[in-house]
C-alpha cells in the first residue's frame, strides 16, 4: 500500500486542531485566573466603597433634612450652612458611586471577554472532534483496502498474475487506484491504471501497454477477473 496523503492530510489536520485548541484552553485558563484574582483583590475595595456609600448617603441626607428644617424654622443661615454640607456629601457619594462602577465594569468587561474566549474554545473543541471522527473514518476504510486490496484488484478484473505485484491507493474521493504491470515497478512505463468506487464500479481501465483514451473511462461493474 502506498503512502496516503488523504490520511497525512487528514492527521495533519487533527494536530493543527488539537494544537490550536491547546492554544485556546490555556489563553482560557489564563483569562479566567486573572479574573478570580481581579475579583479577590477588588472585593475589600468595594466593601469599603459599598460602606463610604452608605455613610456618605446617610450624611448627605442628614444634612438636607437639617437644612430644611432650619429654613422651616426661618433659621436661613443654619439652613444654608447644612444645605452646603450636603452638597458636599453628594459630591463624595458621587465619587463613590464612580469609583464602584468603575471596579464593577473591569470585572464585567473580564467576564463577558472570557465568556467570548469560552465559546471560541467550544467551537475548537467541536473541530477537533470533528476531525478526529474524519481521521477515524478514513483510517477505517484505508484498513479495510490494506486487508482486502487483493479481494478488491481482483473483482475490478486484475489478472491473477500482478495481484501479488501492484501499488493500491485510496484517494480523497475515497476511490481505490490500482497499479500493475509496469516496468521493473508495478506503476512503471506502460503500466496498467484501474479505478475502483466504494458503490463497487470501476470508472477507469486501461491494461498494460493499452493507450490514453476516452475508451478508457467507463462504469461497469466490479467483476471477478479470469487468470
Not at 471596579?103 to 464585567?108: A, Q
Amino acid at each position: 500500500m502506498a503512502r496516503n496523503f488523504e490520511l497525512n492530510r487528514l492527521r495533519h489536520l487533527l494536530m493543527d486542531a488539537r494544537y490550536s485548541k491547546e492554544l485556546q484552553k490555556r489563553r482560557v485558563c489564563g483569562l479566567y485566573n486573572k479574573l478570580q484574582t481581579q475579583r479577590e483583590e477588588s472585593k475589600p475595595s468595594i466593601e469599603y466603597l459599598n460602606e463610604e456609600h452608605d455613610k456618605a448617603y446617610a450624611k448627605m441626607h442628614e444634612a438636607y433634612d437639617l437644612s430644611e428644617a432650619a429654613y422651616a424654622r426661618g433659621d436661613k443661615r443654619k439652613g444654608l450652612k447644612y444645605s452646603k454640607k450636603g452638597r458636599r456629601k453628594e459630591a463624595i457619594l458621587a465619587n463613590i458611586i464612580e469609583a464602584r462602577r468603575k471596579l464593577t465594569v473591569d470585572l464585567k468587561n473580564m467576564g463577558t471577554n472570557l465568556a467570548e474566549e469560552k465559546a471560541i474554545l467550544d467551537q475548537l473543541n467541536m473541530v477537533v472532534n470533528k476531525a478526529r471522527c474524519d481521521f477515524r473514518d478514513w483510517m477505517g476504510i484505508l484498513n479495510f483496502v490494506i486487508r482486502n486490496q487483493s479481494e478488491i484488484a481482483y473483482n475490478a478484473g486484475v489478472p491473477v498474475k500482478y495481484l501479488d505485484n501492484m501499488k493500491v491507493e485510496l484517494h480523497a474521493d475515497k476511490s481505490v487506484h490500482i497499479l500493475f504491470g509496469g516496468d521493473n515497478v508495478p506503476w512503471g512505463d506502460e503500466h496498467a491504471h484501474y479505478v475502483v468506487h466504494q458503490d463497487g464500479f470501476v470508472s477507469y481501465d486501461r491494461d498494460p501497454d493499452e493507450s490514453h483514451g476516452a475508451h478508457n473511462f467507463n462504469t461497469r461493474v466490479a467483476k471477478k477477473a479470469s487468470s
